[in-house]
């Protein structure tokens, strides 16, 4: 039998609110076209179900259940929201293709960002 506690309960009510609250936006994405960033989706998405592991670790097995919902829901946005931008913009290509795109796209921002702050590091040490 599964023992819960209180922070159990309290854990998965929190979490499946959070569930609910997005499927408004599960439903722009599915039948209005919206798109979601895909990257902030996707990573949410993963975070979502490393949490899930955690509380399945530390044995608070409902809220993991719940935690696994809202990850789910993530993953749904994230999938439906690049095949949105697929359809609307390359509607030729395949999805792993517009994935691969959008992730170069995306390896290219974060290097750019990451050498602005190299290089703003390095200006502010030569000051000094």
Same mark, same amino acid.
């Given at each position: ?5 209180? $922070?159990? %309960? @309290? ?7 959070? *569930? ?5 936006? =599960? #439903?722009?994405? =599915?039948? &209005?076209? *919206? ?18 592991? +955690?509380? *399945? ?9 719940? $935690? ?14 690049? &095949?949105? +931008? &697929?359809? &609307?913009? %390359? ?10 795109? %959008? %992730?170069? +796209? ?8 990451? @050498?602005?702050? +190299?290089?703003?590091?390095?200006? #502010?040490?030569? #000051?000094?």
């Amino acid at each position: 039998m599964i023992n819960t506690t209180w $922070q159990d %309960f @309290a854990i998965t009510g929190i979490t499946i609110l959070f *569930a609910v609250m997005l499927l408004p936006q =599960l #439903r722009d994405v =599915l039948s &209005r076209g *919206a798109v979601l960033n895909f990257f902030s989706a996707l990573f949410t998405s993963l975070l979502g179900y490393s949490m899930a592991l +955690v509380f *399945a670790t530390l044995g608070l097995w409902i809220s993991m259940v719940g $935690q696994g919902l809202v990850a789910t829901v993530w993953m749904l946005l994230a999938c439906f929201s690049l &095949r949105n +931008v &697929r359809n &609307r913009m %390359f509607p030729d290509e395949s999805l792993a293709s517009v994935a691969l795109d %959008f %992730f170069t +796209v995306w390896v290219q921002g974060v290097a750019f960002t990451v @050498a602005g702050s +190299v290089k703003g590091l390095f200006s #502010r040490i030569s #000051r000094e």
